[in-house]
């Protein structure tokens, strides 16, 4: 019973960082040519007390470029294993796709699933569309807005099931610093309030802090926080976490 407790404790902390930001803007790969690319990584953690636990948070990122469209599919799957025991904490999925109209306005759409059984999500389906405007582009400074649309199905981990079927605004602001050639800052946060009722918002940030050593591979350090003013069940409102790892671009 004491190594269980234990282990409750290590799941509920752990539970804070899996709220499952999407940066979109540190997701996409800057790359003057057409065609494909994409990227993995993967953050671990090993923790010994009266058990060993372990952490591992996998990603993979690919996206195919044209002149003037770009595709985006996102990946994320993390679990705990606890002594013999393995939690799933989260997964999702994330297609984006982003039309240039002019120099400064594209246009996107996107479609993305998603559970995390910590959070009490059972399955979350997200599909949405709307404009992105570059307002700043600066070789070591770029700046972006984005007012979308969004229609979420969600089905809460709870007994009964609790449904939801809502419409959303999705809009983000994010920005890029990039103080040298090897040195990246990306900030982007999201405000998701429900169209008929302002007052039931989630509010996101992911920053992060990537070193490219070589370049193909790069180390990074990210820092993710949600504000949810009804999260489902009995999940808290407030979750973060900081999360270091590696990733390798192709």
Do not use: C
Not at 114 to 139: A, C, D, E
Request: charge should be positive; hydrophobic fraction near 40%.
């Amino acid at each position: 019973m004491y190594r269980l407790f234990i282990l409750s404790i290590l799941i509920f902390l752990y539970s804070f960082g899996q709220a499952q930001v999407v940066n979109i803007e540190s997701s996409r790969i800057q790359t003057d040519t057409v065609g494909w690319a994409g990227s993995g990584g993967a953050a671990v953690s090993v923790t010994k007390n009266t058990q060993q636990v372990v952490t591992i948070d996998i990603e993979a990122h690919l996206q195919y470029k044209t002149e003037k469209s770009l595709w985006l599919i996102l990946g994320d799957y993390g679990f705990l294993k606890g002594g013999s025991e393995k939690f799933l904490l989260n997964s999702f999925g994330h297609l984006r796709f982003n039309h240039k109209l002019n120099k400064w306005i594209r246009w996107e759409a996107f479609t993305q699933v998603q559970s995390n059984h910590i959070m009490q999500i059972r399955s979350r389906y997200l599909t949405g569309t709307g404009p992105r405007f570059k307002l700043v582009s600066k070789p070591k400074f770029r700046l972006y807005a984005a007012s979308l649309a969004m229609f979420e199905h969600e089905t809460e981990k709870t007994k009964p099931a609790i449904v939801h079927n809502n419409i959303r605004s999705s809009s983000y602001i994010s920005f890029t610093v990039l103080p040298t050639e090897n040195i990246e800052l990306v900030s982007t946060t999201f405000y998701q309030p429900l169209y008929n009722n302002f007052q039931d918002a989630r509010i996101f940030n992911q920053t992060s802090f990537t070193i490219s050593a070589t370049e193909r591979f790069s180390m990074y350090l990210k820092w993710n926080w949600i504000y949810d003013k009804k999260p489902a069940g009995t999940a808290p409102k407030t979750n973060y976490q900081m999360v270091s790892g590696f990733k390798i671009e192709f």
